[in-house]
C-alpha cells in the first residue's frame, strides 16, 4: 500500500507559478513510476509529467518549457513546479505512483488559474 498526499494548489493569475507537492508513505526507491495527471471538468485524466524508470521523465507537450518534476529521495517527495501558467492547466492535479504490486492515487489538489 502506498499513500499519497498532495499539496500546493491553489488560485493564481495568468503568468503565475505555483509548485505541488506528493509525498509518498513509502521509499520512492521502490516506486517504478511517479507522477502528475490532471483532469479539467468535461475532459478526461491525462499526464501532465512522471518519472518512469530511472531518472527518465516525460512530459505532456501543453506543458514542455513550462513545467518541471523534480524529486527529493529522502523526503520521499516529488515536486511539479508549474511557471507561465495559463487558464487552461485549470484543473484537479494528482498524484499517481506505479509499484510492482499495484498502483496509487492521491486525492487531487485544485489548480485555478483565472484573472
Known amino acids: 500500500q502506498v499513500q499519497l498526499v498532495e499539496s500546493g494548489g491553489g488560485l493564481v493569475q495568468p503568468g503565475g507559478s505555483l509548485r505541488l507537492s506528493c509525498a509518498a508513505s513509502?521509499?520512492?526507491?521502490?516506486?517504478?513510476?511517479m507522477g502528475w495527471f490532471r483532469q479539467a471538468p468535461g475532459k478526461q485524466r491525462e499526464l501532465v509529467a512522471r518519472f518512469t524508470s530511472g531518472s527518465s521523465t516525460n512530459y505532456a507537450d501543453s506543458v514542455k518549457g513550462r513545467f518541471t518534476i523534480s524529486r527529493d529521495n529522502a523526503k520521499n517527495t516529488v515536486y511539479l513546479q508549474m511557471n507561465s501558467l495559463k487558464p487552461e492547466d485549470t484543473a484537479v492535479y494528482y498524484c499517481?505512483?506505479?509499484?510492482?504490486?499495484?498502483?496509487?492515487w492521491g486525492q487531487g489538489t485544485q489548480v485555478t488559474v483565472s484573472s
Open positions: 513509502v521509499s520512492i526507491f521502490r516506486i517504478n513510476a
Open positions: 499517481k505512483a506505479e509499484a510492482r504490486w499495484g498502483t496509487y
